[in-house]
């Protein structure tokens, strides 16, 4: 290697280690930057949502409630579905007659989710579901003298994650209501927006 040739393969390990002030550094310490320069994030991406609720006495189904929404990749999405059920209260006073009056509770479905890509179009879905409604065992039981009658709230809640593809369903859950016997079935499907 000439002397010449040499002092060329220096300057240039001289070059990338200057501070960025010299001129020809300037040119190098910016290639880098230029070459590793982030592409601007896609918009999120949209998947549709499907749960079926159903409710079986034996082999029948008694209830059947569909629950469908769009849900942004990366993001939560809530639902929130239901009435104000009032609830009897009486109050009693030593020397006075009973005073009924009413409070009010919440009875519907809540539902939390969140959806993300976990790679080769598999989607990780994080539900919850809680699920309240007035039981019919209410008609079914006289209330007591001098009080009206309340009713009963039956409900129940699960919470879990499943892993789904472009357009399939799953059952995510079934259970059972230790009183009634009815069960509780729940599927879910997903299916990615184009």
Known sequence: MTTKMTKWVVGMAVVGAVSASAGPTRLIA?????????????????????????????????????????????????????SQIPIPQTTIKAGEAPVSSFMYQNVGVNIDCAVDVRGSGIYRVLLNIQDSW??????????????LAAPVIQSWSFNNIVLLRDGQTLQYATATDKVSGEVVKIDVSLDVIK
């Not at 949209?46 to 769009?70: C, D, M, W």
């Not at 007035?134 to 009080?147: E, L, Y």
């Open 30 to 82: 910016q290639a880098p930057q230029e070459a590793t320069a982030k592409p601007p994030a896609p918009a999120p991406q949209l998947v549709k949502v499907s749960i079926v609720v159903a409710h079986y006495q034996g082999e029948k189904r008694t209830v059947n409630l569909p629950y469908v929404f769009y849900a942004a990749v990366g993001e939560r999405t809530l639902v929130r579905t239901g």
């Open 134 to 147: 007035v039981s019919d065992a209410a008609n079914n039981r006289p209330p007591a003298t001098g009080q």
